[in-house]
């Protein structure tokens, strides 16, 4: 059982992913923004993050900077429902994002990429 951390302003979306993931086995921590999930990730790392960007108080792109500058083994799935700026799921792959999700979900892939993450 993998310990992962969802950070999404959305709490619709959390409860979607605490029920996926943990349906699939794994315990599940969530934080409202990037500054509680930055917190929470120092006081316990988590094996995996699962982000949104656009987020109140800390965005998700300067949360993946900040992890990956302070912990050079996070492993980070960042997620975006902004169709209009495509480009932020790429920033967040240069800045760490190992894998990318547009909004709404696929949680089929989502939980693939998760199980890949934890394998690797």
Known sequence: MAT????????????LLRSALEGAGHEVIEARNGRVGLELYRQRPADLVITDILMPELNGLDMILELTRGFLNVK?????????????????KLLGARQTFHKPLNLQQLLTAVRYELAH
């Open 4 to 15: 992962i951390l969802v950070i999404d302003d959305e709490e619709l979306i959390r409860t």
């Open 76 to 92: 980070v799935i960042a997620m975006s429902g902004v169709q209009s700026e495509e480009n932020v799921l790429d920033v967040a």
